[in-house]
Nanobody, 113 residues
């Protein structure tokens, strides 16, 4: 099957930026429809963004205008560019292949005020 490896999480002050990466190894067709989710302590996991084979994207209302999802087919990698970060963006971020129903391990994002 496919393995998803996430990276790019860390700590940043409010207003700062981070770029998360999700690289696929194995059956890369699994990356034809990818999503980002996040989960904060005590809250349910929520949808953040999605990108399909053709680069078409969708976003949760809470991140529209601040986050951008993109892909690099040569690297079998999808990205989540996170700008104008807010403390409420603090969460564990996960990537998921919708085609193959597999999750990455998650990467922590912490935004301080």
């Amino acid at each position: 099957q496919v393995q998803l490896v996430e990276s790019g999480g860390g700590s940043v002050q409010a207003g700062g930026s981070l770029r998360l990466s999700c690289a696929a190894f194995g059956h890369t067709y699994c990356m034809n429809d990818m999503s980002w989710y996040r989960q904060a302590p005590g809250k349910e996991r929520e949808f953040v963004s999605a990108i399909d084979l053709y680069g078409r994207t969708s976003y949760a209302d809470s991140v529209k205008g601040r986050f951008t999802t993109s892909q690099d087919n040569a690297k079998n990698t999808v990205y989540l560019q996170m700008n104008s970060l807010k403390p409420e963006d603090t969460a564990m971020y996960y990537c998921k292949t919708n085609v193959c129903q597999r999750w990455g391990q998650g990467t922590q994002v912490t935004v301080s005020s």
